[in-house]
């Protein structure tokens, strides 16, 4: 994303003048109002001070940080997810897929398609003012669901479960919110996300879209998942994981077979790959953190489909095994839109 240089500070300028060290810039603010009237300009001169404040070449410094989230990143991404160029997690930071969120988005508007944050962009899609985040208080169904706190990552020791569910309530409102469980809780310091009655504060991505979809075009060389309603506009953009070296996605084009939610998942190793030591055929349980996670799109290549992920922070940046991974949000929203039978998927790149 464009980092404007011209945007130093005046403290900033002074330290370069004077030779002095410049001050590391503040954590930025986290609170619901901030977030909501979170503005590019702000971000633009948070940027100009932090690259001041970076040590130069030689310099000893301390081990680098974790950067902290930003408000307007905050505010950018769920702005971009309500128009369904889909950043995939919400988390605040810079990233791929707010970059290629950024890109489709001004693809969607007719804007110039540079896919740099700039005032045009921000200008589009700040016209929906309302809050971005929310007070959300937590539930009995929240707190009681149907959690399994220790889950293994052995297929074999999976198959002995009957659900692959979310491992506590953080998790699941994370997911039910679009965001990153980290984020989650840097919006929540010291919340018991086990307290039924307990208020946090949570993303509001807005409501799903609702044009069917009538075909799809997987770019397996930009990690992307378009889809396209009647009038061949763009229905919603997803970042997707999509096949990997060892176990490539398929080429050209096929439709869409169906959907299921809540899948089982047959795993094969004659017939797919194997998951460490398991060379028997197994049946895993559904369940949020299955391999497939809460849906299966099935396409009309045998074995090959569009699903979900048990973890949704890795989308595209981690190999799949041939099919085409989304969050588990994101593929459920697509499989409510998708015709069996009629709906076009083409990969290319």
């Not at 002095?20 to 702000?42: M, R, Y």
């Not at 971009?80 to 810079?94: C, K, M, Q, T």
């Not at 055929?281 to 045998?302: A, M, Y």
Request: hydrophobic share 35%; proline share 9%.
């Amino acid at each position: 994303m464009m980092k404007p240089l011209s945007l130093l500070s005046a403290a900033a300028i002074l330290a370069f003048a004077t030779g002095a060290a410049p001050a590391a810039p503040p954590v930025p603010d986290l609170l619901e109002g901030a977030i909501n009237a979170a503005t590019f300009a702000d971000w633009q001169q948070r940027q100009a001070t932090a690259e001041a404040a970076e040590p130069q070449e030689g310099d000893a410094g301390e081990p680098e940080a974790k950067i902290p989230p930003d408000p307007f990143l905050i505010r950018l991404q769920i702005l971009l997810d309500r128009a369904h160029a889909s950043p995939g997690v919400i988390d605040g930071r810079e990233g791929g897929n707010t970059d290629k969120a950024v890109r489709a988005f001004e693809e969607m508007r007719d804007l110039s398609s540079d896919g740099e944050l700039n005032e045009e962009l921000w200008q589009a899609i700040s016209a929906d003012a309302a809050p971005v985040v929310k007070p959300y208080r937590l539930t009995k169904e929240d707190v009681e669901g149907r959690y399994v706190p220790d889950l293994p990552s052995d297929y074999g020791a999976l198959a002995k479960f009957d659900w692959l569910g979310y491992r506590g309530p953080a998790e699941m409102l994370a997911e039910r919110f679009h965001m990153d469980e980290d984020l989650l809780r840097e919006l929540n310091p010291g919340a018991d996300f086990n307290a039924e009655g307990a208020t946090i504060l949570v993303a509001d991505p807005g409501p799903e879209p609702t044009a069917k979809v009538e075909r799809i075009v997987v770019d397996k060389s930009k990690g992307e998942l378009i889809a396209y309603g009647e009038d061949d506009r763009i229905v919603l953009v997803d970042p997707a994981t999509i096949g990997s070296d060892d176990t490539p996605s398929p080429s050209g084009t096929m439709k869409v077979k169906g959907s299921a939610h809540e899948p089982t998942y047959e795993y094969d190793p004659e017939k797919n790959f194997r998951q460490g030591k398991n060379d028997e055929e197994l049946t895993l349980p559904p369940g949020p953190n299955g391999p497939v996670g809460t849906v299966w799109i099935d396409l009309s290549k045998p074995t090959y489909g569009i699903h979900g992920t048990p973890e949704p922070s890795q989308i595209d940046k981690t190999a799949s095994h041939g099919c085409v991974r989304l969050t588990n949000w994101d593929a459920e929203a697509l499989s409510r839109l998708v015709k069996p039978a009629e709906t076009v998927v083409e990969f290319k790149g």
